[in-house]
């Protein structure tokens, strides 16, 4: 990589820090094994039919158990699962193989992916396509069941490279 590629993707990156992602824990068990990461690139491609892109690096360890499973879960994080998100994208110094022990964990009863309790919600597919592109390979998945938590209002977010929640509107008249 020459000097000028590389300070462009430093820029890149930093400028990509200034968006607002959503925070989301893909997780993914079959003969493959079971396994999860915590990314914020995913990203709604169409709703008929509901279709999810994902954006993963190439060098990630879920990524062959990703393939061979083909299924996966997609758990939209709430503000209170930080924690979550920090076990999953191995900022904390708990193994990728204790991870699902430290939250209360469930297996849809059609999928049996695992999705976590108290997210805002759970979007179960399977991979229909990918492709890689520079760094990361890009994962079409078909959206085939999806649980929304009512309960919860208030999602998790990455941001400057720190986490945020989501605010509340506050709507005393013409709120939409």
């Known amino acids: ?21 959503a925070v989301h824990v893909v997780t993914t068990e079959g003969h493959a094994g079971r396994y ?12 008929t039919p ?13 990524q062959p158990i990703l393939r061979a499973n083909g299924q996966l879960c997609v758990n939209i994080l709430a503000a209170s699962q930080q924690d979550v998100a920090e076990h999953f994208a191995g900022m904390t110094s708990i193994p990728a193989t ?13 999928t049996t992916q695992p999705q ?9 597919g399977r991979i229909i396509d990918s492709h890689d592109m520079g760094s990361h390979s890009v994962f079409y998945v078909a959206i085939e069941h999806i649980n929304i938590n009512a309960q ?13 929640q989501t605010a509340t509107p506050i709507c005393e008249t013409g709120c939409v």
């Open 1 to 21: 990589m020459n000097q000028s590629s590389s300070a462009t993707a430093l820029q890149y990156r930093e400028a990509m820090s200034k968006v607002a992602a």
């Open 36 to 47: 999860g990461i915590t990314l914020t690139a995913v990203t709604s491609v169409t709703d």
């Open 50 to 62: 509901p279709t999810l892109l994902l954006c993963i690096n190439r060098n990630a360890r879920i």
């Open 98 to 110: 204790e991870r699902f022990l430290q939250n209360e964990w469930q297996k849809h009863h059609h």
């Open 116 to 124: 976590l309790v108290g997210a805002l919600a759970h979007l179960h």
């Open 152 to 164: 919860e209002n208030q999602g998790l977010l990455y941001f400057q490279r720190q986490f945020a």
